[in-house]
C-alpha cells in the first residue's frame, strides 16, 4: 500500500528490525505512512542490555515504558522508570537507556522530525558518545549492560 493513503498500521504491517541496542517494530515513518513529523518505534531491550550515551542532534524524543523498568539518563541525570512513565529528551541532548534488571524493556520512541532536510540528514543519528567523556565513567559503580551485537 502507498503510505500517503494508509492510516493504520497493524503488527503484521510493522517494519521489523534489530540494531545493536533494540529489536524494534517500526509503527510510524515516511515509508509506512505520511508522516513528516513523526517516527514512533516499539523498541524490545533484553534483560541486562542498554542503548548506551547517545544524542540525536536533530530530533527531540519521548521515551515511554510499555512493561519492565528503564534505568532512563538525560544529560548526567537519571531515573527509574515504570511501565507508563516518560523521559523527553530535547534535541542533541545526550541520554541513554539501560536495562540492568531480570526483566526485558518494552518502550516507545517518539521522535521528532521524521524528516529532516538534506544537510541536517547528513549527519549521524543517533551520534554514539559513549567512548568519550565523562560519559565513559558516569555510571561507575552501577551494573554493566551487554549490547545486542
Not at 503510505?3 to 503484521?12: G, I, K, S, Y
Not at 531491550?45 to 515504558?65: K, L
Request: aromatic share 6%.
Amino acid at each position: 500500500m502507498n503510505p500517503a493513503d494508509r492510516r493504520f498500521v497493524t503488527l503484521t504491517e510493522a517494519a521489523r528490525e534489530s540494531n545493536a541496542w533494540t529489536h524494534n517494530d517500526w509503527l510510524c515513518r515516511p515509508d509506512l505512512v505520511a508522516a513528516e513529523k513523526l517516527l514512533l518505534v516499539r523498541a524490545h531491550m533484553p534483560a541486562h542490555h542498554c542503548h548506551p550515551f547517545h544524542r540525536h542532534p536533530h530530533r527531540e524524543e519521548i521515551i515511554y515504558v510499555v512493561s519492565g523498568r528503564a534505568e532512563q539518563w538525560v544529560g548526567d541525570t537519571h531515573r527509574i522508570l515504570r511501565a507508563g512513565e516518560i523521559a523527553h529528551i530535547p534535541p542533541g541532548v545526550i541520554h541513554a537507556t539501560y536495562n540492568p534488571h531480570d526483566e526485558a524493556l518494552v518502550f516507545l520512541a517518539i521522535l521528532s522530525p521524521a524528516n529532516l532536510p538534506p544537510d541536517l540528514a547528513a549527519v549521524a543519528d543517533p551520534e554514539d558518545v559513549s567512548t568519550q567523556a565523562p560519559w565513559t565513567s558516569i555510571r561507575e559503580g552501577l551494573p554493566p549492560c551487554a549490547t545486542l551485537q
